[in-house]
T-cell receptor, first 113, second 108 residues
Framework: DTAVSQTPKYLVTQMGNDKSIKCEQN?????MYWYKQDSKKFLKIMFS???????INETVPNRFSPKSPDKAHLNLHINSLELGDSAVYFC????????????FGSGTQLSVL | KNEVEQSPQNLTAQEGEFITINCSYS?????LHWLQQHPGGGIVSLFM???GKKKHGRLIATINIQEKHSSLHITASHPRDSAVYIC??????????FGAGTRLTVKP
């Protein structure tokens, strides 16, 4: 069983569209994250979320919004997609606490045309 | 300047060589992670350190909190170790900062 699964693996879409990437973890973790990896392979945190608190990286446009229907899911919604949104997006989870190991999903490669 | 600096950016080694990848950071941290990203894109967490040294198989990670420096060592390197190795620090404010990665190629 995949610990952290995200879908789709590839997403190709037109500018201006709205899209979602789903993430699910079966590890019983309390905290989930979204990261963006740009074309230079540089990772940046976008959001971290547990059942108490959403922490947003202030550099993330408000077109991006995380939605958590329950503790095991953190989906990423993106409105009005732009060319610069093209990147690989990784979901991850961990137990709550600064010393906990991260478990990553396999990534979603988003291409905005 | 990035708050997390890795060196070298690229590293090519022959199979069997001992490899060291370095990470220096400039922020106060609560933990440091070493991640491995395979050519296929998947990311695996190798180590989480807050002090001292950890070993897992042929991999060893060390951290010196006073010097704000960590190293990842690979003994008896193998072509399957070829990947990008990423250093990441969790700041005291609980956000993650990533290094740019070190691309390792191990030739048979």
């Amino acid at each position: 069983d995949t610990a952290v699964s995200q879908t789709p693996k590839y997403l190709v879409t037109q500018m201006g569209n709205d899209k979602s990437i789903k993430c699910e973890q079966n590890l019983g973790h309390d905290t989930m994250y979204w990261y963006k990896q740009d074309s230079k392979k540089f990772l940046k945190i976008m959001f971290s979320y547990n059942n108490k608190e959403l922490i947003i990286n202030e550099t993330v446009p408000n077109r991006f919004s995380p939605k958590s229907p329950d503790k095991a899911h953190l989906n990423l919604h993106i409105n009005s997609l732009e060319l610069g949104d093209s990147a690989v997006y990784f979901c991850a989870s961990s137990r709550t606490g600064t010393g906990e190991k991260l478990f990553f999903g396999s990534g979603t490669q988003l291409s905005v045309l | 300047k990035n708050e997390v600096e890795q060196s070298p950016q690229n590293l090519t080694a022959q199979e069997g060589e001992f490899i060291t990848i370095n990470c220096s950071y400039s922020v106060g941290i609560s933990a440091l992670h070493w991640l491995q990203q395979h050519p296929g894109g998947g990311i695996v967490s190798l180590f989480m350190l807050s002090s001292g040294k950890k070993k897992h198989g042929r991999l060893i990670a060390t951290i010196n909190i006073q010097e704000k420096h960590s190293s990842l060592h690979i003994t008896a390197s193998h072509p399957r170790d070829s990947a990008v190795y990423i250093c990441a620090v969790r700041s005291r404010f609980d956000d993650m900062r990533f290094g740019a990665g070190t691309r390792l190629t191990v030739k048979p």
